[in-house]
């Protein structure tokens, strides 16, 4: 499974000497560590890939971080070139094994990690040659724990940005479809996921806005298509169609289970938090009873700063609380889409 750890990778049955990495990266290694849960799954910035027994690559979009591991240093420089020349995208590669690497998108003739990763001299790397040698540069700092070699990779400081405008013709297409806000999409699609296009939570959302198949995704073909089904796990791990259940689903949100609430600004609100955490909890956050009624009046009696206040300070669930703080200030970023 695509995030699901080796556990030779960093399951918290082995014992990492932490002292052999640098600083930052030793803290990034105790923080999977610890989140990891018995399967070894992690958050869905967290990717990992191409497991196999003598080798295996971990991938935080959030931080702008590969961690790559083999056994010994000619794999370990393989697994370097594999994924620096890479196409992270399902419909080139299998979305369960992710085992075919070296692919180069025919319409961009570029690998997944272009620009987000620069080798020693500064330079995008788009074919073999300079992929190894690269991969030659970074052996020279390898480090050798628990029977396997690591390097660390760092993408560059703007990482998000070229991630994100992958998928911004998408939002925008989506958006003229089902009239959402583009800016809120595409802020909803870097908390969700950090634009990992093959993200996977342990609930099973899937992909860049973290669709849940058999709720959101069930909505969308129900109340915007016209017809049951639920989609796939193929078909919500392709972007342009993550990112259109996505907006459709929001649609829904707003049009349907959270109308009455008047004002522009605080319906946005309440379409961030019940994407997160469900309309039924924004009604028992509300009203001691959950009563829809009462929940909507109270929001049209408060102003748009106190209704904001209300939903990060007094929500019932401290993860929606903080998502509604996230979203709304990685917005800002995408105004002038």
Same mark, same amino acid.
């Given at each position: ?150 390097? &660390? +990779? ?5 990482? =998000?940005? %070229? ?6 013709? !998408? /939002?925008?297409?989506? @958006? ?74 929001? &649609? +829904? ?5 959270? =109308?009455? %609430? ?6 946005? !609100? /309440?379409?961030?938090? @019940? ?63």
């Amino acid at each position: 499974m695509l995030v699901v750890m080796s556990a030779v990778w960093i399951s918290s049955a082995v014992a990492i000497d932490f002292q052999d990495y640098d600083d930052d990266v030793a803290a990034l290694l105790r923080e999977y560590q610890s989140q990891s849960d018995a399967m070894g799954s992690y958050n869905p910035s967290v990717l990992s890939f191409n497991e196999t027994d003598d080798s295996n690559t971990l991938v935080d979009f959030e931080k702008g971080l590969i961690l790559v591991a083999a056994t010994t240093p000619e794999m370990l420089r393989q697994s370097i070139i594999d994924v620096l020349l890479t196409q992270i995208d399902p419909s080139v590669i299998d979305a369960k094994t992710a085992q075919d690497f070296g692919l180069i998108n025919e319409k961009t003739n570029r690998p997944f990690f272009w620009g987000q990763v620069l080798d020693n001299k500064g330079n995008p790397m788009d074919s073999w040659r300079p992929a190894a040698n690269f991969a030659d540069f970074l052996l020279r700092d390898r480090v050798f724990d628990d029977g396997r070699f690591r390097v &660390s +990779i760092t993408m560059v400081e703007t990482h =998000k940005e %070229i991630a994100g405008g992958k998928y911004v013709k !998408y /939002a925008k297409a989506a @958006s003229a479809e089902h009239n959402v806000s583009v800016p809120l999409m595409m802020a909803i699609m870097e908390t969700e996921s950090s634009f990992n296009p093959l993200a996977r939570s342990r609930s099973n959302a899937l992909g860049l806005m973290q669709i849940k198949a058999n709720t959101a995704g069930r909505d969308y073909f129900n109340l915007i298509k016209g017809y049951k089904h639920t989609p796939s796990r193929s078909y919500l791990y392709t972007p342009k169609n993550n990112i259109e259940v996505a907006a459709g689903y929001l &649609s +829904i949100l707003s049009n349907r289970y959270l =109308k009455g %609430i008047r004002d522009p600004s605080k319906l946005e !609100y /309440a379409v961030i938090s @019940s994407y997160n955490g469900g309309a039924g909890n924004l009604w028992k956050s509300l009203d001691k009873n959950g009563n829809k009624t009462k929940a909507i009046a109270r929001i049209n009696r408060m102003s748009t700063k106190d209704f904001y206040w209300f939903l990060t300070n007094r929500h019932i669930r401290e993860e929606t609380r903080n998502y509604v703080k996230k979203v709304s200030n990685k917005k800002s970023k995408y105004l002038n889409l």
